[in-house]
């Protein structure tokens, strides 16, 4: 009877040259990939990890791109995988890890590349709805000091027609005063005529 191997989920840690990992990303992501699949692993995952100084030279050379690699094989196919690396041009180091405790939302966490990519592409779009709001906030900060200005402006007038009521009051005033003493003087002067007339006709007779 055939006994049936259960393949278990592992955690491997490629390194690549920086300076071919960089300008041919995908040529370096394929080159993993192959090398699983010849050994029948099942890929469940694979991304950047980071790109960093290497604490030593390996291959010489002094910098590496770390890609994290999650699938699922048989134990037996590891060693196969270890010794492909060492025969690579592309990746000069592995470590591989047994994950079986490891959940899917520890498969799905956000490398240090992942976060710097996603904060790169948060950055135009708030670069975008700083410029977009920026107008708007000028608008209101025009209609504002506009209403503002309008309203200075009725403050200014009432104020002057309240100075104004009481002179236009005095002129008035000063006009009935004006013609009262006009017809005064009139009445006066009729009243005088009057007099003076009785006054030779009293002499005449």
């Known amino acids: 009877m055939e006994t049936v191997t259960k393949n278990k989920l592992y955690e491997g840690m490629f390194l690549a040259d920086s300076a071919l990992a960089g300008p041919d990303w995908d040529g370096v992501k394929n080159t993993i990939k192959k090398i699983l699949e010849k050994a029948g692993a099942e890929i469940v995952t694979i991304k950047k990890w980071d790109d960093r100084k290497l604490a030593y030279e390996i ?10 690699c999650y699938f699922r094989a048989d134990g037996g196919k590891i060693k196969d995988i270890e010794n492909a690396v060492k025969l690579s ?32 592409l948060k950055e135009p779009d708030e670069t975008e709805q700083k410029e977009n709001d920026s107008p708007q906030d000028n608008t209101d900060e025009e209609s504002e000091q506009e209403n503002k200005s309008d309203t200075e402006t009725e403050q200014d007038e009432q104020e ?16 009935q005063e004006n013609e009262s003493d ?24």
């Open 89 to 120: 041009e592309h990746i000069m180091r592995v470590l591989i890890l047994n994950a079986e405790k490891m959940t899917s939302e520890d498969i799905e966490k956000d490398t240090p590349a992942t976060r710097v990519e996603k904060e790169m």
């Open 182 to 205: 006009t017809e005064t003087e009139q009445d006066e002067q009729e009243q005088k005529e009057k007099f003076d007339s009785e006054q030779d006709s009293e002499i005449r007779d």
């Open 160 to 175: 002057q027609k309240e100075n104004d009521s009481p002179q236009d009051n005095t002129d008035e005033e000063s006009e």
């Open 59 to 68: 291959r010489g050379k002094s910098r590496g791109t770390y890609i994290l």
